[in-house]
């Protein structure tokens, strides 16, 4: 039975065109996915997310065990349902967050032991229960449960988690029930060492995934070693197969990353920025606490189109800031989201046209002009 279809429409050097078809919808690549990690993109209603021009957004296994569970969520009809999201969701297994939440997870063969940061309570975590949890959610395209690889570590150290980690995918993937619509993607770790990355690769081709994600990034090792080890890793990836880049990143990454071949991204930059009065724009970067914002008339990004650049100034918005409105975090997050899915869309636009290169240059430009302040 085919579980999910991915189709390379076009290529621009190493950035690829394509579309990823699941039960409740295609995706087309590259893509950005607002992260949902407990079954809401904070601060926004579904169908906000939805007009942002998301196709897809992703939950968080971890979050969604511990509350509500997943059999409740399952009673409510998965996912989809609970949530009011009709379009496709991925799941990620919750490696990154046991690492990040837990000082106290113990990690065998089997799998981790760990407590909640909720309650203190304790839970066993397998890649059999992972896949299990994904399942009872309705998740159009599941992820094995890894050990996401803390940074710094040692060769010996990430050779050994990654060892553990293609254990477990083989373990993931044999409990994984093949159904049309649905998918499972298989996760590359090896920490920052390129010969890891490779052994990784190959031995999750040799099991089989619909898609294979780079995992163990963005942890803390910076810029340089992350693309350095994306760059060493991209050409092990199978070419017939999306390509998605874990918890990364800024516009900027985006673009470098869309560059070297990679087709799908998540990270809580654009939502927890709007919370925290930062605005993304053509022009960098905007600190809407900053009082030279206080008498201007001008949206956000006088060239977005988002609800926020449409209805409000940045004077309005400023004010809602330094006055702890709830409307501030709502009006930065749909337009941080809008400006990822318009970053995301001119990119697909540009690779159509054969003209990244271009894009490129001009997107680098625009950002090093910075904002021009209103006199």
Same mark, same amino acid.
């Given at each position: 039975? +085919?579980? $999910?279809?991915?189709?390379?429409?076009?290529?621009?050097?190493?950035?690829?065109?394509?579309?990823?078809?699941?039960?409740?919808?295609?995706?087309?690549?590259?893509?950005?996915?607002?992260?949902?990690? +407990?079954?809401?993109? %904070?601060?926004?209603?579904?169908?906000?997310?939805?007009?942002?021009?998301?196709?897809?957004?992703? =939950?968080?296994?971890?979050?969604?065990?511990?509350?509500?569970?997943?059999?409740?969520?399952?009673?409510?009809?998965? !996912?989809?349902?609970?949530?009011?999201?009709?379009?496709?969701?991925?799941?990620?297994?919750?490696?990154?967050?046991?690492?990040?939440?837990?000082?106290?997870? %113990?990690?065998? @063969?089997?799998?981790?032991?760990?407590?909640?940061?909720?309650?203190? /309570?304790?839970? %066993?975590?397998?890649?059999?229960?992972?896949?299990? *949890?994904?399942? &009872?959610?309705?998740?159009?395209?599941?992820?094995?449960?890894?050990?996401?690889?803390?940074?710094?570590?040692?060769?010996?150290? +990430?050779?050994? /988690?990654?060892?553990?980690?293609?254990?477990?995918?083989?373990?993931?993937?044999? #409990?994984?029930?093949?159904?049309?619509?649905?998918?499972?993607?298989?996760?590359?770790?090896?920490?920052?060492?390129?010969?890891?990355?490779?052994?990784?690769?190959?031995?999750? *081709?040799? *099991?089989?995934?619909?898609?294979?994600? *780079?995992?163990?990034?963005?942890?803390?090792?910076?810029?340089? &070693?992350?693309?350095?080890?994306?760059?060493?890793? @991209?050409?092990?990836?199978?070419? /017939?197969?999306?390509?998605?880049?874990?918890?990364?990143?800024?516009?900027?990454?985006?673009?470098?990353?869309?560059?070297?071949?990679?087709?799908?991204?998540?990270?809580? !930059?654009?939502?927890?920025?709007?919370?925290?009065?930062?605005?993304?724009?053509?022009?960098?970067?905007?600190?809407?606490?900053?009082?030279?914002?206080?008498?201007?008339?001008?949206?956000?990004?006088?060239?977005?189109?988002?609800?926020?650049?449409?209805?409000?100034?940045?004077?309005?918005?400023?004010?809602?800031?330094?006055?702890?409105?709830?409307? =501030?975090?709502?009006?930065?997050?749909?337009?941080?989201?809008?400006?990822?899915? @318009?970053?995301?869309?001119?990119?697909?636009?540009?690779? /159509?046209?054969? #003209?990244?290169? #271009?894009?490129?240059?001009?997107?680098?430009?625009?950002?090093?002009?910075?904002?021009? $302040?209103?006199?």
């Amino acid at each position: 039975m +085919a579980n $999910i279809s991915f189709k390379l429409t076009k290529r621009d050097g190493r950035a690829r065109l394509g579309q990823l078809m699941t039960a409740h919808g295609p995706i087309d690549t590259p893509a950005f996915m607002p992260v949902g990690t +407990a079954a809401t993109v %904070k601060a926004m209603t579904p169908e906000a997310v939805h007009n942002t021009g998301a196709q897809i957004i992703l =939950a968080n296994t971890y979050h969604l065990m511990l509350r509500p569970t997943a059999e409740r969520v399952n009673r409510f009809g998965g !996912l989809h349902k609970f949530m009011n999201w009709p379009g496709p969701i991925l799941t990620d297994s919750g490696g990154y967050q046991i690492m990040s939440l837990n000082k106290l997870r %113990k990690i065998d @063969e089997k799998g981790v032991t760990f407590r909640s940061h909720l309650d203190g /309570s304790k839970h %066993k975590l397998t890649p059999e229960r992972a896949i299990e *949890i994904q399942h &009872l959610l309705d998740a159009d395209i599941s992820m094995v449960l890894d050990e996401c690889t803390s940074f710094p570590a040692t060769k010996t150290e +990430a050779e050994n /988690s990654m060892r553990l980690s293609m254990r477990w995918a083989l373990r993931s993937k044999k #409990a994984f029930q093949d159904r049309l619509g649905y998918g499972l993607f298989g996760i590359v770790q090896g920490g920052v060492y390129g010969e890891l990355r490779e052994e990784s690769a190959k031995a999750l *081709i040799k *099991i089989g995934f619909d898609g294979y994600a *780079i995992g163990g990034l963005a942890v803390g090792e910076g810029q340089d &070693l992350l693309f350095s080890t994306l760059e060493v890793t @991209e050409p092990h990836l199978p070419d /017939s197969h999306p390509r998605y880049l874990m918890g990364v990143g800024k516009p900027e990454d985006l673009v470098r990353a869309v560059g070297l071949g990679v087709d799908m991204f998540d990270c809580v !930059l654009p939502t927890r920025s709007g919370r925290t009065d930062q605005a993304f724009t053509r022009r960098g970067r905007l600190n809407m606490r900053n009082a030279r914002h206080k008498d201007d008339l001008r949206p956000l990004d006088p060239e977005c189109t988002c609800y926020t650049c449409k209805n409000y100034s940045r004077g309005y918005v400023h004010h809602l800031v330094i006055s702890n409105e709830i409307l =501030a975090a709502v009006l930065l997050t749909g337009h941080n989201l809008h400006y990822y899915q @318009e970053l995301m869309g001119a990119m697909r636009k540009a690779i /159509s046209e054969e #003209a990244f290169d #271009a894009f490129t240059i001009l997107f680098t430009a625009e950002q090093a002009s910075g904002d021009i $302040i209103m006199t």
